[in-house]
């Protein structure tokens, strides 16, 4: 009796929940905050970011309560904002605007990470002197190094995930801004080009800056499924959804063997229970699933 009572007087405002969710995003923005900013206590910061390889690589996300930009995981979180306008945006009122800030602020910036050819800005800021110093982002004083891709030091996981971003971004500005959803889609197609010629782990090629922080434990099989599917969704190229449907079973019962700073572990493919930063297996089911009952309707129907 007394928790059927306590249950009634509790008062779930979930629109209030995806105002919060959203307004996060802006607490954790790097770079020249614009006008429309709603956290005045933050302010600008890390405005040189970049220049140690010449490139202007100002905005994006900060990871968490650190200072540092990892891309990989950014370029997920933008991929799920991306997803959630495309899904429920017609239910997100006046917090709709806010939301493809949010997007844009992360696909602004990922459009300068992969601005080069065959190059793309995996991270910006040394984990290991940022991770000593707890400060604010304004007041910051540790490493900014940029940490960069190449054909000879690949990062499949990392491209992928910044190419599905790009891709499902492009849908969700496919309604408001055809435009700047038509650069999205071109350059998604680019950097999955670059992640699928030059196979290879970030691991690797970044080292500590990656591991024991992001490390890469499922291999980036999935992020290549993943992003192959986000640019059929996204262009309806015959050539991407050929990608999945070639590849899919090689994540099915994947062990990898990682290299994590030195030591061999043993990981395997995942769970398709698992979703988020790493493992892509559940979100690429749904995300399947989707265009397999699109694609089967339209050939059948």
């Given at each position: 009796?007394?928790?059927?009572?306590?249950?009634?007087?509790?008062?779930?405002?979930?629109?209030?929940?995806?105002?919060?969710?959203?307004?996060?995003?802006?607490?954790?923005?790097?770079?020249?905050?614009?006008?429309?900013?709603?956290?005045?206590?933050?302010?600008?910061?890390?405005?040189?970011?970049?220049?140690?390889?010449?490139?202007?690589?100002?905005?994006?996300?900060?990871?968490?309560?650190?200072?540092?930009?990892?891309?990989?995981?950014?370029?997920?979180?933008?991929?799920?904002?991306?997803?959630?306008?495309?899904?429920?945006?017609?239910?997100?009122?006046?917090?709709?605007?806010?939301?493809?800030?949010?997007?844009?602020?992360?696909?602004?910036?990922?459009?300068?990470?992969?601005?080069?050819?065959?190059?793309?800005?995996a991270q910006i800021g040394n984990p290991?002197?940022?991770?000593?110093?707890?400060e604010r982002p304004e007041d910051m004083?540790?490493?900014?190094?940029?940490?960069?891709?190449?054909?000879?030091?690949?990062?499949?996981?990392?491209?992928?995930?910044?190419?599905?971003?790009?891709?499902?971004?492009?849908?969700?500005?496919?309604?408001?801004?055809?435009?700047?959803?038509?650069?999205?889609?071109?350059?998604?197609?680019?950097?999955?080009?670059?992640?699928?010629?030059?196979?290879?782990?970030?691991?690797?090629?970044?080292?500590?800056?990656?591991?024991?922080?992001?490390?890469?434990?499922?291999?980036?099989?999935?992020?290549?499924?993943?992003?192959?599917?986000?640019?059929?969704?996204?262009?309806?190229?015959?050539?991407?959804?050929?990608?999945?449907?070639?590849?899919?079973?090689?994540?099915?019962?994947?062990?990898?063997?990682?290299?994590?700073?030195?030591?061999?572990?043993?990981?395997?493919?995942?769970?398709?229970?698992?979703?988020?930063?790493?493992?892509?297996?559940?979100?690429?089911?749904?995300?399947?699933?989707?265009?397999?009952?699109?694609?089967?309707?339209?050939f059948s129907g």
């Open positions: 009796m007394m928790m059927a009572t306590m249950a009634k007087s509790v008062s779930l405002n979930y629109s209030d929940a995806l105002t919060k969710s959203i307004l996060f995003f802006e607490g954790q923005r790097s770079g020249k905050l614009p006008p429309s900013q709603r956290m005045k206590w933050r302010k600008d910061s890390a405005l040189n970011d970049g220049q140690d390889i010449h490139m202007d690589m100002v905005g994006g996300y900060y990871d968490a309560g650190d200072n540092v930009k990892f891309h990989f995981p950014m370029a997920f979180t933008t991929t799920m904002l991306a997803w959630s306008v495309i899904e429920f945006g017609d239910k997100m009122g006046s917090d709709l605007q806010y939301a493809f800030e949010a997007i844009r602020w992360g696909t602004d910036y990922f459009l300068k990470a992969t601005i080069i050819p065959n190059i793309v800005v290991n002197s940022d991770h000593g110093c707890s004083d540790t490493s900014r190094q940029a940490y960069y891709l190449t054909q000879n030091k690949p990062g499949s996981e990392v491209s992928s995930e910044i190419a599905a971003a790009l891709a499902a971004s492009s849908i969700a500005f496919s309604k408001t801004d055809g435009q700047y959803s038509n650069v999205l889609l071109t350059r998604a197609k680019q950097v999955f080009d670059f992640a699928n010629n030059y196979r290879g782990s970030y691991n690797d090629s970044i080292g500590d800056g990656a591991c024991p922080f992001y490390c890469d434990f499922n291999g980036y099989m999935d992020e290549l499924i993943w992003g192959a599917a986000w640019l059929y969704k996204a262009s309806n190229d015959q050539t991407y959804w050929n990608f999945v449907k070639s590849n899919i079973q090689s994540i099915e019962f994947s062990s990898i063997v990682r290299n994590i700073n030195g030591f061999k572990v043993l990981a395997n493919g995942g769970s398709f229970a698992e979703f988020g930063w790493d493992s892509k297996h559940a979100g690429i089911n749904v995300l399947v699933s989707q265009v397999s009952f699109i694609v089967v309707h339209c």
